[in-house]
């Protein structure tokens, strides 16, 4: 017996050390897509990851990226383990970079999400959506990050494919940026019309009131679910646990000063505390991507109709999942 029992201790000693043991993180890069210049949200975000790092023990460094993709390409290579993107950008990175969504920001009004927009200078002739889908070749136009909910899957989805129109026929010159430089290319009339959201607008009329005065806005899309914060899945679970509490207490637990300066901070990100969330609040941009992806292959004369069509077939079958789902699962 003795024998036997020796036997299945070595045997289980042997099991433990065969099983990889993740070593739990001690540092994070947190990753911050590019919705204006660095400085900008160097300046917002600072205070925010300093806290961060005091409250979970961890040590937090700021990834910016010149783009959207290169956060998502830094969450796909191990250099992003945290990041706070767009919807259609953390769709992309739970799709490509292993992902998942696990907190939501909520906006500091309390909006249940945003709305991206069309701008014009302030004495432009545009009025109107109608007006830039006249698609003469006549205007400049500067489109969102390819990876952008609102400055580029929003208006492709419900001004250029429900319309049936594809902006490089429409236009004089299409150009991609974000949303701070676009802004500004209107202010300076480099370009005729551009697309942003209502965040942004929000953030310039504060940080630059004059800029601000020579934009209006011709058109406003349907409401865009609030941004996510995704992690990189692999993270150990001390590590979740970690940014868990402090994103869901931040702003909400403590002393009544110390909440009052959280809060303070959030506002600066124009954000009020978090909510918790999941991939799920990704289902209405998949819905939003497919029935793009439908109008194009309607609109494209290059594929045969039987290709066409069995295309098609496939996209409504997502469609309709993801339709289902909506109804099943909450979004957050």
């Known amino acids: 017996m003795n024998m036997l029992l020796k036997g299945l201790a070595a045997t289980a000693i042997a099991a433990t050390l ?31 990851l300093a806290d961060m790092g005091k409250k979970t023990g961890l040590k937090i460094n700021a990834f910016f990226a ?26 992309e990175a739970v799709d490509r970079a292993n992902a998942e969504v696990f907190a939501q920001s909520v906006a500091v009004g309390g909006e249940p ?18 007006d830039v889908l006249k698609c ?15 400055g580029y899957l929003v208006p492709m ?23 701070e430089t676009n802004a500004m290319a209107v202010v300076n009339k480099h370009v005729d019309v551009a697309t942003n959201n209502t965040e942004n607008m929000m953030r310039l009329t504060k940080t630059n009131p004059e800029a601000a005065a020579k934009i209006k806005v011709i058109w406003k899309s349907p409401l865009i679910p609030s941004d996510p914060i995704v992690w990189n899945k692999e993270l150990d679970q001390p590590t ?27 506002s600066g990100l124009q954000w009020a505390p978090f909510r918790p969330s ?48 909506l109804v099943k699962v909450p979004q957050a």
């Open 157 to 179: 989805t419900f001004l250029f494919a429900q319309n049936g129109k594809d902006p490089k026929e429409c236009f004089k010159t299409v150009t991609n940026a974000n949303h």
């Open 136 to 150: 003469d070749k006549s205007l400049n136009f500067g489109l969102g990050d390819p990876n952008s909910t609102s």
């Open 18 to 48: 065969a099983t990889p043991v993740l070593a739990e993180t001690t540092e994070i890069n947190f990753g911050i897509i590019s919705t204006e210049s660095q400085s900008n949200l160097k300046t917002i975000w600072d205070p925010f």
């Open 278 to 325: 999941s991939d799920a609040q990704l289902y209405p941009i998949r819905i939003m991507e497919i029935t793009k992806a439908m109008f194009t292959l309607k609109g494209d004369d290059k594929i045969s109709a039987e290709e066409k069509t069995a295309k098609l077939k496939e996209l409504e079958a997502e469609k309709a999942k993801y339709d289902a789902l």
């Open 240 to 266: 979740k646990d970690k940014l868990v509490a402090f994103f869901m207490g931040y702003g909400r637990q403590g002393t009544p000063e110390q909440v009052e300066a959280e809060r303070g901070v959030l």
């Open 113 to 130: 999400g945003y709305w991206g927009l069309l701008l014009a200078p302030a004495d432009s002739a545009l009025t109107s959506a109608e």
């Open 66 to 91: 010149s783009d959207y993709a290169g956060v998502i390409e830094g969450m796909r290579f191990g250099k992003v383990q945290i990041a706070w993107v767009g919807n259609k950008a953390g769709m």
